[in-house]
């Protein structure tokens, strides 16, 4: 997905070395974490995404907060640090817009594949992004483990942490759920059940149809399957591939629920987007999709706060972002450094591509200096 207006891509100013270009904020716009983000060439997937992060406060808290500023210093987390900065000039910046230039220097530093001014995917560079953010936490989750055992009296492992304890981070208890899957062989009924750990739900979108809920592609999503053919499992029972029947269900439903809905897809040899309206509320009910051991109203209950939006084509598209902003209650869309307030009413649109949904309503922004 490529924009096809020019962009400039001149030399980077002193104002843009430090984080902050030299825009102030207009007359009465005083909002923390409402802050446009500028366009440094094709960059607007990059700016929509970190402005859904900007706007998942659980994430902004943790990584503004005292404690987490000096321990990123301490275990040396270059990643998180930028990041951080970017989010603190964001929320309590002076300025109507920044330029997340040493953010974008980073992040090409570690993904080399995003080094270049090309549009890219904005949902496989979240998850890059968080993986980033994740590997680099770790570092803060080992030293603090570290430092709250007891001193080994001998050189050995003896005192060596769970691994499970060193590897959690903000990004995980956050951002991670789990699948499960229960295949059933259906020759003998012989069932077994196998997890995996999940940060994004790639969404089918039903075909041929030009309007459908946000509902539909979740059923079809977690509809069973049977797996016949040349798909057939190996039953360990039977000791042969049989038919199998799959289904799917979220065993461990995440804080923070990302949706993808997946656009970009093929009809025949032909690369196709798929412009179906999927209608969304600011509440999604999550139940249906939950396994019976999480069947509990507080689980499955959640709450929209931001949206990726993509426009245009698969090769000429734009990526804007609609946010829900903590402090003042209220929706902005931010198109690079312009930024509006938009009513709840008009959140809802088909060119939605990625849904942010948290299940713990978010509640006034705790951040110091605010
Ligand atoms: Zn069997």
Redesign the pocket.
């Given at each position: 997905m490529r924009r096809t207006d020019a962009v400039s891509r001149g030399r980077v100013t002193a104002s843009e070395t430090r984080g902050c270009s030299s825009a102030v904020r207009l007359p009465g716009w005083n909002r923390a974490g409402v802050c446009g983000l500028d366009n440094s060439g094709n960059s607007c997937y990059l700016n929509a995404v970190l402005q859904c992060l900007c706007s998942t406060l659980p994430l902004v808290e943790h990584l503004l907060s005292q404690d987490t500023r000096e321990e990123l210093g301490r275990s040396k987390c270059r990643v998180a640090e930028v990041f951080a900065r970017l989010l603190e000039e964001m929320w309590l910046g002076s300025s109507s817009s920044c330029a997340p230039v040493e953010a974008r220097s980073v992040m090409c530093s570690i993904l080399p594949q995003f080094n270049n001014y090309s549009q890219q995917d904005a949902q496989e560079l979240l998850l890059f992004l968080l993986n980033a953010l994740h590997d680099d936490l770790k570092k803060v989750a080992k030293r603090q483990v570290r430092s709250s055992m007891p001193q080994p009296r001998r050189a050995g492992n003896r005192n060596r942490a769970p691994a499970a304890m060193e590897s959690t981070t903000i990004v995980s208890r956050l951002f991670e759920g789990q699948l499960g899957y229960m295949t059933l062989?259906m020759?003998?009924d012989?069932h077994t059940h196998r997890t995996q750990t999940v940060t994004v739900l790639s969404l089918p979108i039903p075909t041929d149809i030009t309007k459908c809920s946000i509902q539909d592609c979740l059923s079809l999503f977690f509809e069973q399957t049977l797996l016949t053919g040349v798909e057939q499992m190996l039953?360990s029972?039977?000791g042969l591939r049989?038919e199998t029947a799959v289904h799917t269900c979220l065993d461990k439903p995440p804080e923070i629920l990302m949706l993808h809905l997946k656009r970009f897809g093929c009809k025949g040899k032909n690369q196709v987007k798929l412009r179906t309206d999927v209608v969304f509320s600011p509440r999604l009910d999550l139940s249906p999709f939950l396994s019976s051991s999480v069947q509990n109203a507080s689980y499955s209950s959640y709450r929209l706060y931001a949206v990726v939006n993509h426009t245009g084509h698969l090769n000429m598209g734009h990526y804007t972002a609609l946010c829900h902003n903590a402090l003042t209650r209220s929706w902005h869309c931010f198109d690079d450094s312009a930024v509006r307030e938009v009513q709840d009413r008009l959140v809802q649109s088909a060119h939605a591509y990625m849904l942010l949904y948290s299940r713990k309503p978010f509640q006034k922004p705790k951040i110091l200096g605010l």
């Open positions: 062989c020759h003998c012989h039953c029972v039977c049989r």
